[in-house]
């Protein structure tokens, strides 16, 4: 319990994973930076549960209380879904902490399951953001959780307290 991913990448490009079943204490997958740019990650096709997080993270690493910058481009996370019996605290989250990071081309789609805690979904500070096949609940939150989103494209549908939406930078 706690501590450890099932899967983590940190500082990647060109990423493929597909056909994933993991069971963690902490994140299922976790995609994180120390300030390196990244591109074109794809996570497909997962099954998971986690005690404490998340079943697909990505945000930045903090050294000092400080969050590192980078640019993201292109990650597309697909078929993803919480274990029968299993829980994630969110199911899928993409947060950019930092001012100066800039994600760009965030591509969820075919996620369901239901969140405890916080947000089903959750995606932060990013841009050409398009999601579809979404249907997700939370205990505790909203289903879909969009904060500072510039150019939003597609459908989906959160439970509980709903869908919450802040555009604009």
């Known amino acids: 319990n706690g501590g450890r991913d099932g899967l983590h990448f940190m500082d990647c490009s060109d990423v493929y994973a597909e056909g994933l079943d993991i069971e963690s204490g902490d994140d299922c997958v976790g995609i994180t930076t120390t300030g390196t740019d990244m591109e074109n990650i794809t996570i497909k096709g997962l099954r998971g549960k986690s005690n404490i997080a998340s079943l697909v993270i990505y945000n930045e690493e903090a050294n000092a209380g400080n969050y590192y910058s980078n640019k993201l481009t292109n990650i597309t996370i697909?078929?993803?879904?919480v274990k029968a019996g299993g829980s994630a605290r969110n199911i899928v989250r993409v947060i950019g902490f930092s001012d100066n990071t800039v994600i760009k081309g965030v591509n969820i789609t075919n996620v369901r399951g239901k969140a405890n805690i916080s947000y089903g979904v959750w995606v932060q500070n990013a841009s050409e953001v398009f999601l579809n096949g979404?249907?997700?609940?939370?205990?505790?939150?909203?289903?879909?959780?969009?904060y500072k989103i510039d150019k939003l494209t597609?459908?989906?549908?959160?439970?509980?307290?709903?869908?919450?939406?802040?555009?604009?930078?």
């Open 78 to 81: 697909d078929d993803i879904a």
């Open 154 to 169: 597609g459908s989906a549908a959160g439970k509980y307290i709903g869908i919450s939406i802040v555009t604009g930078k």
């Open 134 to 146: 979404i249907d997700v609940s939370s205990s505790q939150a909203h289903g879909i959780y969009l």
